[in-house]
C-alpha cells in the first residue's frame, strides 16, 4: 500500500493520508490505483495525476484499476483502502504545509510553524466506522453542529467537542485520531473532552484564533533517556509552581462521615445524587415493546421526551451517557436499566 502526492508533475511519497483540496494523490494497493483529485487543484495537476498513474500501471504490466475519485465523492472501497494507513483527513490549501511531511526533508513542520485547525467529525453519509474521514472546516464557533463531534487541533493540546446529539461513531472515531495525532508528535498533546453546554474553554480557544500558541517561548521536545540533562533542566526544577494542589486520602470512615452529614442537612433526610435516597431518579426494568410510564400507564410516545440522563456514566472513554424519560402526561422522570 502507497499513498503519493504529485508535486511539480513527480510521485512524491507520503506516509500519511493528509489530502489538501489544492492537490491531487495517488493511492496504490497495486489491484487498484485511486487518483484523488481536491476541489481546488490546478488542471496541470489533474493531467499529471493521469498521467502517473498510468506510468505506475504499465511498470506492472497493465492490470491494475485505475478510478478518478474527486473529493466529497469518496466510495466505501477508497475509504476502506486508505484508512490503512491511518485517519484520513482533509485540509485547506493554505494549511496543507504545516499538516503534510515536507517533500523536501521529510520532517514535520516545528511547533513555530503550526496553524490551529479544526476537523469536523460526522457519520451521516458513510457506511461504517472504518469508512470515516476528517473534514477541516472554518476555526470559528460558527462551524459547530450540534449533531457531530470536532477535534481541535492547538499544536500542544488536542480538543474534542461532542455536540448533544452526535452519536457512538462519531464519539469513538474522534477519540482515535485524537490519540493518533498525539502519537504522530512529540512532546504531550493533553487531549481533552468537551461536552456541548460544558465548553467553555473549547470556544475560547476558537475565539483566539488559528493562529494562536499556548506559548511562544516554549518549544516541544522529545524527551529521551540518552540525552543529558541541561542547564535549562536544572534551572526548571527549581522553579516552584505558584498554586500546586495537594491530594489527600480519604478513608471509607471519612466518605460515610460525609454522607451521614448530607443526610442530616437535607429536609427530606435523603443525600442528594446518592443511589437509594429519597430524592434519586426512579429506576425500571427495561420492557419489551412499546415503552410506557410507571406511573399513570401513558403509551402515547409524542408524550414520552427523551433526554441524556448525565447522573449515569455508561462509559468514561469517550464520555458516554444512559437515558432518561419524562412523562408529558404526569410529568414523572425516569431511567431504564
Not at 181 to 190: C, F, K, T, V
Not at 221 to 236: F, I, M, Q, V
Request: aromatic letters at 6%.
Amino acid at each position: 500500500m502507497k499513498l503519493y502526492l504529485i508535486n511539480k508533475g513527480e510521485l512524491v511519497e507520503i506516509n500519511n493520508p493528509v489530502f489538501s483540496t489544492g492537490d491531487v494523490y495517488l493511492l496504490d494497493d497495486e489491484k487498484t490505483i485511486y487518483v484523488w483529485i481536491g476541489s481546488k487543484c490546478s488542471v496541470d495537476e489533474k493531467t499529471a495525476g493521469a498521467a502517473q498513474a498510468r506510468k505506475l500501471d504499465q511498470m506492472r504490466g497493465g492490470a491494475a484499476k485505475i478510478i478518478t475519485v474527486d473529493e466529497g465523492m469518496e466510495s466505501g472501497d477508497f475509504f476502506k483502502t486508505v484508512n490503512m494507513l491511518g485517519a484520513m483527513k482533509v485540509v485547506a490549501k493554505n494549511v496543507a504545509k504545516t499538516l503534510l511531511k515536507d517533500v523536501v526533508t521529510g520532517d514535520w513542520a516545528g511547533f513555530s510553524e503550526h496553524i490551529n485547525v479544526l476537523y469536523r467529525v460526522s457519520s451521516e453519509e458513510f457506511e461504517g466506522i472504518n469508512a470515516m474521514k476528517m473534514v477541516q472546516v472554518p476555526f470559528k464557533n460558527d462551524s459547530l453542529d450540534t449533531e457531530d463531534c470536532f477535534l481541535a487541533d492547538l499544536g500542544n493540546k488536542v480538543y474534542i467537542w461532542q455536540g448533544a446529539q452526535c452519536n457512538v461513531k462519531e464519539k469513538v472515531k474522534s477519540g482515535q485520531w485524537a490519540r493518533q495525532i498525539d502519537a504522530e508528535r512529540s512532546g504531550l498533546q493533553n487531549e481533552t473532552i468537551f461536552e456541548e453546554g460544558d465548553d467553555a474553554e473549547f470556544h475560547a480557544a476558537l475565539e483566539r484564533g488559528e493562529n494562536y500558541k499556548e506559548s511562544d517561548a516554549v518549544q516541544l521536545r522529545a524527551e529521551s533517556e540518552l540525552e543529558p540533562e541541561t542547564k535549562a533542566d536544572k534551572e526548571a526544577a527549581t522553579i516552584m509552581p505558584e498554586l500546586k494542589s495537594v491530594v489527600k486520602e480519604v478513608t471509607p470512615e471519612e466518605i460515610k462521615a460525609d454522607i451521614a452529614e448530607l443526610k442530616a442537612s437535607s429536609p427530606s433526610g435523603a443525600a442528594p445524587g446518592i443511589p437509594g435516597s429519597a430524592d434519586d431518579l426512579l429506576t425500571i426494568e427495561k420492557t419489551e415493546g412499546r415503552r410506557k410510564c410507571p406511573k399513570c400507564g401513558n403509551e402515547d410516545k409524542m408524550l414520552i421526551h427523551e433526554s441524556i440522563d448525565k447522573g449515569n456514566i455508561i462509559l468514561d472513554y469517550p464520555r458516554m451517557y444512559g437515558k432518561k424519560y419524562r412523562c408529558g402526561q404526569c410529568g414523572i422522570e425516569w431511567r431504564e436499566k
